[in-house]
């Protein structure tokens, strides 16, 4: 893995939100509900799948009842390691299990401009600049679509997406925009073109392909269909609960886990009996209902917790997770940003979740700001070095230097010191200065990260496709609208 990625790996600290017993309970339940209540799936393709394997259907609702044993008989075929690759090579990402990686969030409809200041709808430019700084980001290891751009066709718009970060980012691209089989079997098409071929692109898949479940226990059709063209061209694929806890959810969080899990493992078993092997991967983003406004909270203790009992979940089942972090509920920049984005990341680290989205978006992951992408890199930097932990060894233990420097020196020139000095985490945005200087100034980490972001976007030059290859993936798009 390249160093122009920052993840976390082998950390010194660790989370266990759910014990191996209550794991399983929540397992059994999912199966149960699965079994005796059912989960929609409103697309002939996929029916035919689960009627093909011995499901029971009820055509009229399209209610899917798949015994527990099919279930994880199909889940078992899905691998537990594989590589997300990226146009550049160094940059691909191993999800083997021991690696945070964190990713743009995506489908924010708003964007508070990096001149004006002003907030304003999304168009594709939007999608281009971001895919261009995430490039340059080191803590950015993948992308999700951020904003969508809706200055083009509905109908090809996640296709000109992808194009956009394509043309902006040698990093893997996973996209939650594709929500038809056309525009899926378009968008497999144009990463085929990128690898070489479609046999080159099983082998390395540049993209990835995430669909949204529709609690409680349904399944989005042109979603269901763009999953298997997906899995067809063995690109990796996973479905991503939004369960909210009192409206599409239970109250409680072990029965939100119940209906979300239930979703996910469906989808997944899906997949599996179409395409056995395809890599998968588990999704969540659950939450609870805001008990003033009936609104998407995104943010709180519940979903935190909801989010670390997700990862063991995916644990259990062998497959890596893409979870909702970040994706703060603040309306700019602030001091709640700082607190949901925070305490939320941690704990998803802590948990070992192999993909974390959100960096950038606020109000619930609907307007995109570049101060607070900026600012959300600098979160998971804490982070990591905190889940580094401390290193106790004999070098580390420092006696020889503090025999050295003994009562009353100063260990700033010491060898040791200058040794371990580069260690230590340097802040960019955090305001360390003399209060006397920021009464004068009165400025802040904002100012700073929108200044950061606009300089990336005057001076950063990623890779650029080749004529001929960005002339073949606008045909592909063009044709989709024939």
């Known amino acids: 893995m390249s160093e122009r990625i920052k993840s976390i790996s082998s950390p010194r600290l660790s989370l266990n939100i759910l014990s191996p017993e209550n794991v399983d309970k929540i397992h059994q339940a999912s199966l149960r509900v699965i079994e005796s209540v059912g989960v929609r799936f409103p697309s002939p393709r996929a029916l035919d799948i689960w009627r093909s394997h011995g499901a029971e259907v009820e055509p009229a609702a399209m209610v899917v009842r798949a015994p527990g044993r099919l279930i994880e008989e199909a889940l078992r075929k899905a691998p537990p390691v594989y590589t997300l690759a990226a146009r550049d090579p160094a940059l691909d990402l191993p999800l083997d299990g021991n690696h945070v990686y964190v990713g743009t969030d995506g489908c924010g409809v708003e964007v508070i401009d990096i001149r004006t200041g002003a907030r304003r709808r999304s168009?594709?430019?939007?999608?281009?600049?971001?895919?261009?700084?995430?490039?340059?980001?080191?803590?950015?290891?993948?992308?999700?679509?951020?904003?969508?751009?809706?200055?083009?066709?509905?109908?090809?718009?996640?296709?000109?997406?992808?194009?956009?970060?394509?043309?902006?980012?040698?990093?893997?691209?996973?996209?939650?925009?594709?929500?038809?089989?056309?525009?899926?079997?378009?968008?497999?098409?144009?990463?085929?073109?990128?690898?070489?071929?479609?046999?080159?692109?099983?082998?390395?898949?540049?993209?990835?392909?995430?669909?949204?479940?529709?609690?409680?226990?349904?399944h989005d059709g042109g979603s269901l269909d763009a999953a298997l063209i997906g899995a067809e061209f063995g690109?990796?694929?996973?479905?991503?609960?939004?369960?909210?806890?009192?409206?599409?959810?239970?109250?409680?969080?072990?029965?939100?886990?119940?209906?979300?899990?239930?979703?996910?493992?469906?989808?997944?078993?899906?997949?599996?009996?179409?395409?056995?092997?395809?890599?998968?991967?588990?999704?969540?983003?659950?939450?609870?209902?805001?008990?003033?406004?009936?609104?998407?909270?995104?943010?709180?203790?519940?979903?935190?917790?909801?989010?670390?009992a997700s990862n063991r979940l995916a644990d259990f089942y062998g497959v890596p997770l893409s979870m909702g972090?970040?994706?703060?509920?603040?309306?700019?920049?602030?001091?709640?940003?700082?607190?949901?984005?925070?305490?939320?990341?941690?704990?998803?680290?802590?948990?070992?979740?192999?993909?974390?989205?959100?960096?950038?978006?606020?109000?619930?992951?609907t307007v995109w700001s570049f101060a607070q992408m900026i600012m959300d890199c600098e979160i998971f930097g804490i982070i990591a070095k905190m889940l580094e932990g401390i290193v106790v060894d004999e070098e580390t233990l420092a006696f020889e230097a503090i025999r050295d420097v003994g009562p009353g020196g100063t260990f700033l020139t010491h060898g040791h010191t200058k040794r371990h000095l580069r260690e230590l985490w340097l802040n960019s945005f955090l305001d360390r200065r003399p209060t006397s200087v920021w009464e004068k100034k009165k400025d802040g980490a904002p100012d700073w990260a929108r200044d950061k972001a606009k300089r990336i976007l005057e001076t950063h030059r990623p890779a650029q496709l080749e004529p001929p290859l960005e002339k073949e993936l606008r045909r592909i798009i063009a044709s989709l609208k024939a």
């Open 325 to 365: 972090s970040f994706a703060t509920g603040a309306k700019e920049p602030n001091w709640q940003a700082g607190l949901e984005n925070s305490l939320s990341t941690f704990m998803a680290t802590l948990s070992m979740s192999d993909m974390l989205l959100g960096v950038g978006l606020l109000s619930g992951s």
């Open 123 to 218: 168009v594709l430019q939007d999608v281009a600049d971001i895919a261009l700084i995430a490039d340059f980001l080191e803590e950015v290891a993948f992308h999700w679509v951020p904003v969508s751009a809706q200055d083009c066709p509905p109908e090809s718009r996640g296709l000109h997406e992808l194009l956009a970060i394509w043309k902006n980012s040698t990093k893997h691209v996973q996209t939650e925009s594709i929500y038809s089989a056309s525009e899926a079997r378009a968008a497999a098409e144009m990463a085929a073109v990128l690898a070489g071929g479609k046999e080159a692109l099983r082998k390395r898949p540049l993209l990835s392909i995430m669909e949204c479940t529709i609690s409680p226990l349904a």
């Open 235 to 308: 690109l990796p694929v996973g479905f991503m609960s939004m369960a909210s806890s009192v409206s599409s959810a239970p109250a409680t969080l072990a029965g939100n886990l119940v209906v979300a899990n239930a979703e996910v493992l469906s989808g997944l078993a899906l997949v599996e009996l179409a395409f056995p092997g395809t890599p998968v991967f588990y999704a969540a983003a659950q939450t609870v209902m805001d008990l003033r406004t009936g609104a998407y909270t995104g943010g709180g203790p519940e979903d935190f917790l909801l989010g670390a």
